[in-house]
């Protein structure tokens, strides 16, 4: 909830402060108008390091080109004061509009991090019995201990598709699928699917005959 609070509010402020821009009507306001919109598409594209190198760059340049341009056309202090006014409405602008691209990129980083974890603490792959891949790696180091423990044997066995036709390798997946999940023993086998890739481990018990 309070961080779409703080969604909302930084959205709203730079909608204002670009609002403000247009409605003041400070001198140059016509270049601010096209500095923020072209900004806007530059601070999107660019890496996000460099976000922010970009906004106080852009600031620090638009404010040089004021204070000579004042200088130079030796502008009253009133018209001064408006080209401060004028700077500093960029420049909020500009550090809103980071400030929020900041606050989204966390969000989605955040997003995909938990969709990761979900992901691992998955033991089955969509509404099918196959275990993730992560699950079956798990069971397997178990299952490999185990057997090697209790002297028995595991049978390893991959079945890779290679159709160039995705439609006919996804449903000779899903066939394999099915006659493996008919065929599964519990606590005996484990089966696992990735992109085309059926691998499967089956333990088989072993007895030894003891010489007296």
Not at 28 to 33: E, M, P, R
Not at 35 to 55: C, D, P
Not at 158 to 163: G, L, P, R, T, Y
């Amino acid at each position: 909830m309070k961080k779409n609070v703080i969604m909302a509010t930084l959205i709203l402020g730079v909608l204002i402060n670009g609002w403000a821009i247009a409605y003041l009507a400070l001198p140059f306001y016509y270049a601010v108008l096209l500095i923020a919109g072209l900004s806007l598409v530059i601070m999107t594209v660019i890496h996000e390091r460099f976000v922010f190198l970009y906004a106080i760059a852009v600031s620090l340049v638009y404010g040089g080109f004021l204070t000579t341009y004042s200088f130079v056309n030796l502008k009253s202090q009133e018209v001064q004061l408006l080209y401060m006014y004028d700077h500093l409405l960029l420049t909020s602008f500009l550090l809103l509009y980071w400030i929020l691209m900041n606050s989204i990129k966390k969000t989605g980083y955040e997003n995909v991090e938990l969709q990761r974890q979900v992901q691992l603490l998955q033991k089955y792959t969509g509404v099918t019995k196959l275990l993730t891949l992560t699950e079956f790696n798990e069971q397997a180091q178990w299952l490999l201990t185990s057997t090697e423990r209790n002297k028995e044997e595991v049978w390893l066995v991959k079945i890779d598709i290679h159709f160039s036709n995705k439609r006919t390798k996804a449903n000779l997946q899903e066939d394999i699928e099915r006659l493996a999940l008919q065929t599964i023993r519990q606590k005996f086998d484990l089966i696992t699917s990735n992109n085309g890739l059926f691998t499967c481990y089956s333990k088989i018990r072993t007895l030894k005959a003891h010489n007296k």
